[in-house]
Protein backbone atom coordinates (compact mmCIF):
# COMPACT_ATOMS: atom_id res chain seq x y z
CA UNK A 1 0.00 0.00 0.00
CA UNK A 2 2.86 2.18 0.93
CA UNK A 3 4.78 1.90 -2.27
CA UNK A 4 1.47 1.99 -3.97
CA UNK A 5 0.48 5.40 -2.56
CA UNK A 6 4.20 6.66 -3.68
CA UNK A 7 3.92 5.89 -7.52
CA UNK A 8 3.42 9.42 -9.48
CA UNK A 9 0.36 8.07 -11.49
CA UNK A 10 -1.30 6.57 -8.57
CA UNK A 11 -3.83 9.21 -7.72
CA UNK A 12 -4.56 9.00 -12.02
CA UNK A 13 -4.87 5.62 -12.75
CA UNK A 14 -6.76 2.96 -10.84
CA UNK A 15 -4.66 0.29 -8.82
CA UNK A 16 -6.16 -3.75 -8.76
CA UNK A 17 -7.55 -4.77 -5.92
CA UNK A 18 -9.45 -7.93 -5.28
CA UNK A 19 -12.31 -7.38 -4.03
CA UNK A 20 -13.91 -10.81 -3.66
CA UNK A 21 -11.34 -11.64 -1.06
CA UNK A 22 -11.25 -9.21 1.20
CA UNK A 23 -11.76 -10.65 4.46
CA UNK A 24 -9.56 -13.81 3.48
CA UNK A 25 -6.50 -11.14 2.64
CA UNK A 26 -7.35 -8.96 5.85
CA UNK A 27 -7.58 -12.45 8.67
CA UNK A 28 -4.59 -12.02 10.22
CA UNK A 29 -4.74 -8.37 10.40
CA UNK A 30 -6.15 -6.19 13.76
CA UNK A 31 -7.33 -3.54 11.78
CA UNK A 32 -7.83 -4.65 8.18
CA UNK A 33 -7.20 -2.42 5.28
CA UNK A 34 -10.03 -1.59 3.23
CA UNK A 35 -11.08 1.09 0.63
CA UNK A 36 -13.41 3.68 1.78
CA UNK A 37 -15.18 5.48 -1.15
CA UNK A 38 -12.72 3.91 -3.97
CA UNK A 39 -9.58 4.61 -2.12
CA UNK A 40 -7.38 3.16 0.52
CA UNK A 41 -6.07 5.62 3.49
CA UNK A 42 -1.96 4.92 4.93
CA UNK A 43 -1.62 3.77 8.11
CA UNK A 44 0.08 6.26 10.38
CA UNK A 45 1.40 3.82 13.06
CA UNK A 46 5.45 2.97 13.06
CA UNK A 47 6.62 0.63 10.00
CA UNK A 48 4.67 -0.48 7.66
CA UNK A 49 1.20 0.67 9.78
CA UNK A 50 -0.13 -3.00 10.38
CA UNK A 51 -0.99 -4.77 13.47
CA UNK A 52 -1.15 -8.38 12.81
CA UNK A 53 -3.51 -10.56 14.85
CA UNK A 54 -0.64 -13.47 16.09
CA UNK A 55 -3.55 -16.32 16.93
CA UNK A 56 -4.82 -16.05 13.02
CA UNK A 57 -1.34 -15.97 11.89
CA UNK A 58 0.61 -18.98 14.24
CA UNK A 59 -2.67 -21.09 12.32
CA UNK A 60 -1.76 -20.73 9.41
CA UNK A 61 2.35 -21.48 9.63
CA UNK A 62 3.55 -23.65 6.80
CA UNK A 63 6.73 -25.28 7.69
CA UNK A 64 9.73 -24.58 4.63
CA UNK A 65 10.20 -27.95 3.12
CA UNK A 66 13.32 -28.20 1.26
CA UNK A 67 12.61 -29.54 -2.29
Not at 51 to 67: G, H, N, V, Y
Request: hydrophobic residues 45%.
Amino acid sequence: LHFVCALPHANARPVEYNVKAPSEQNVVLQTPILPQNGAFAVPDLPGLGLTFDEAELAKRIQPWRSM
